[in-house]
């Protein structure tokens, strides 16, 4: 099993930051990773035990990742598990804690875990999905923080 982090300082509150993060109707205005996010079998918002679908971009391979929240105390922490079954992953699963800094600010830390499939190809296949993963997030939440700051100097 792999595991990851990655961090990034954000402007904004913490509750700012987790509702965007969460709403799917938003969420490709700075997901530099998806191409399509939507949440599934009813849910009209992201909590507790709501299922989602993310799907990444084309030149990532479209992978389509369906996952349900088995955590979600708004605005410090969120977690989803895989619940569909992925040609890469035979598991996966992630969290994102939300930490107040100084200026009211927010520190976000996305953790992942997973393993690979096929098992037997999980030695050459979980270290390059580990480095594309650990970049593709750094970029994303950079993307996000980008976000947050153009609406700062559009205000300012």
């Not at 595991?3 to 509150?13: F, N, P, R, Y």
């Not at 594309?132 to 980008?146: D, G, K, Q, V």
């Amino acid at each position: 099993m792999v595991h990851g982090t990655v961090s990034q300082e954000i402007l904004a509150s913490c509750s700012e930051v987790f509702d965007l993060l969460h709403d799917y109707a938003r969420r490709l205005e700075w997901d530099s990773l998806l191409s399509a996010a939507y949440l599934t079998d009813g849910h009209q918002q992201a909590g507790l035990g709501a299922t989602s679908v993310c799907v990444g971009r084309r030149s990532l391979g479209g992978l389509a990742l369906k996952t349900v929240y088995v955590a979600f105390d708004r605005p410090r922490l969120a977690a989803v598990k895989m619940i569909n079954r992925s040609p890469l992953f035979a598991t996966w699963a992630a969290s994102i804690r939300h930490e107040p800094t100084a200026g009211n600010n927010t520190r976000v830390t996305y953790t992942w875990t997973f393993s690979a499939r096929p098992r037997c190809l999980a030695f050459l296949l979980e270290p390059i999905l580990n480095r594309l993963f650990h970049h593709e997030t750094h970029r994303r939440l950079s993307a996000l923080a980008a976000h947050f700051a153009g609406r700062q100097s559009a205000c300012g």
